[in-house]
C-alpha cells in the first residue's frame, strides 16, 4: 500500500505510534542499539498499560530482566487524596500527603519501596518483561523517569509561572485573534533564542489560557526561576518595540503576572498517544487567573509568594531563608539584570 493511498485516519495513526523514544533522541544517542531496542519496547508496554488514558502509572523499580511498575485508574489519586476511594482499607492508611510524595520528584523506587505502596495502596504491582536486563546506565533511568512522568501525574511544590494576556481578546475579529496570537508566540520565540544566545538556559514551556499563555520553565530551582522572569521582560520588551512599528491591529497589547506557587503536570490525551507537551494546573494558574483581572493594561503583576531557595548559591542576608519572599527574590532577580543588556530585540537595542 502507497502512503498516499492512505486516509486521514490511517495517517494520524501512523504518527501516533511513533514511539516516544524518537522524542528523546540527544539522550538516547547515547546508548547502544540494544539498550535504545529494549527501551521501545519498554515504552509500548507502557502505553498499553496507559490504555489510552484509562490509568496513570504512579512509580517504577528494576527487577531483574524487567521492571516493577504501578498502575492506578485515572481517577483513583484524587480517591486516594480526597478519602472517597471505594476501597476502605486504602482510605484509612493512605493520606493526601503520602499520594503528594508519590507524584513529587524521581518516580524510581526501591523493591521495599515498591512493596510497601502497593500494600497501603491495595493494590499489585506489574512487571514488564523486557528483552535484556536494564543496564543501570543513568541515561538510561533518565529516559524512563520520562516515559513514566508521561504516562502519569507529577506534582512541583514550587514552580514559576508567568501569564501574558491579550488585552481585548474577545473584541478582535477572528484573523486579528489568530495574528496576535502568532505575534505573541513569536515575541516568545525571539526571546527564548535571545537568553540561549548569552547562555542563559531556560527550557520554557506553554500552555494556551485562551487569550494568551501560561509559560514555566522546565528546569525547577531559584535560577531558573529568576531566569523565567527575565524572560518574561525580554518578551514584553519584543512585544513593545513590535508595537510602536506597527500600524494594524497585528500586534497585541500585553499584561503580564509572575506568581510562584504549586501544580500539577500532565500530558493530556490526543489520538492514541499523549501528547508530548506537559500542561499545568493548580494553585499557581489560579493565582494567576485571579491577578490578570486585576492588572492594567501594559502592567505586571507580581505574586506575594514563597520561592524555594534550597540547595543555591545565596547571600548572607539569604541564608537565614529555605524559601524567598517575592520581595528579596526581585531584589536577587534585579542584581543580574545587567547580563540582558545590550540584547537586540526587533532591531532595537535592550538596555537595563
Known sequence: MEFDDLSQSGVRRIINYSPYLDQLAPHANEMGLRQRSNLVHLESCLHAEWSLGQNSILSWCPLDDGILILVVPHYAIAEYTNGTSADLRATQTVSATFITELISG???????????????????SKFIRLRQALSDHPVETQIIEKMIRRYGITYVASRAVTLFDIVGFSLLTPFEQMTQLNSLSYSLNSAHAKMLELDVSINFARSSSGDGFYIWNRDQGLEANVNLYHFMHLVLADNAIAQSKSTARTVPRLRACFHVGSCYEFHQAEGLNPTTHDFIVGDVTI????????????????????????GQHLTDMEESQVHLDAVTFLHRAQGNLAQLSGLELSGERVTA
Do not use: C, H, W, Y
Not at 523493591?111 to 497501603?120: E, H, N
Not at 505586571?300 to 531557595?309: K, P, Q, S, W, Y
Open 106 to 124: 524521581d518516580r524510581q523506587l526501591t523493591l521495599t519501596q515498591m512493596q510497601k505502596v502497593a500494600r497501603l495502596l491495595n493494590i499489585e
Open 287 to 310: 493565582e494567576l487567573a485571579r491577578m490578570i483581572d486585576a492588572a492594567m493594561p501594559g502592567q505586571i503583576l507580581v505574586g506575594d509568594f514563597l520561592a524555594n531557595a534550597s
